[in-house]
């Protein structure tokens, strides 16, 4: 049975969105698969603007996920690879979710809108890399029809990662 999509909006990230997500992702469980703790509000400030700057850019970014009360939620949007390692030149989607969002749907949502955001400022495929114990995201990377393409070992914890792929 499916159910309707939730109601949610995608933002560029302001200064204050990096104070959001800070608190937002202090959560160990969103985190898992971050490096199991939250970053310093710093790398959340720098982030947003660098999200500012890939929108001005590119036309799209990690957007700052709001639900229709105008709650921040999270994360969700596509930017270049930003790793030495990795699909370099591609564009990734991605997403990060407060753990009381979770399992309602807002990420598939979210990242169905980036995806037609993508397409339209002229991307032809995405990728996503997703931790392989990652299995909600994982669970988002098939609901968006995308397709299992590598394997491969994550450099920062020697885990297995996938990486998934979407024609556009």
Same mark, same amino acid.
């Given at each position: 049975m499916n159910r309707a999509l939730p109601d949610v909006r =995608? #933002? *560029?990230?302001?200064?204050?969105? @990096?104070h959001a997500w800070h608190r937002i992702f202090a959560d160990p469980e969103?985190?898992?698969?971050?490096?199991? #703790?939250a970053a310093e509000l710093s790398v959340y400030e720098e982030l947003t603007a660098r999200q500012r700057r890939h929108d001005a850019e590119h036309g799209f970014c990690l957007w700052t996920l709001?639900? /229709?009360?105008?709650?921040v939620l999270g994360f969700t949007g596509a930017q270049p690879w930003p790793h030495a390692w990795g699909p370099a030149g591609r564009i990734e989607i991605g997403w990060? =979710?407060? #753990?009381?969002?979770?399992g309602?749907?807002?990420?598939? /949502? @979210? /990242?169905?809108?980036? =995806? !037609?955001r993508v397409r339209s400022a002229g991307v032809t495929d995405v990728v996503a890399m *997703?931790? @392989?114990?990652?299995t909600?995201?994982? /669970? *988002?990377?098939?609901? $968006?029809?995308?397709? $299992? @393409? !590598?394997?491969?070992? $994550?450099?920062?914890?020697n885990a297995e990662g996938h990486r998934y792929r979407l024609a556009l």
């Open positions: =995608l #933002r *560029v990230p302001t200064d204050e969105d @990096a969103v985190m898992e698969f971050h490096g199991g #703790r709001v639900d /229709a009360r105008g709650e990060r =979710l407060g #753990r009381e969002h979770w309602k749907g807002y990420v598939t /949502a @979210a /990242a169905t809108t980036t =995806l !037609e *997703v931790n @392989a114990g990652n909600r995201s994982i /669970a *988002v990377t098939r609901r $968006l029809g995308m397709e $299992l @393409a !590598e394997r491969f070992t $994550l450099p920062s914890s």
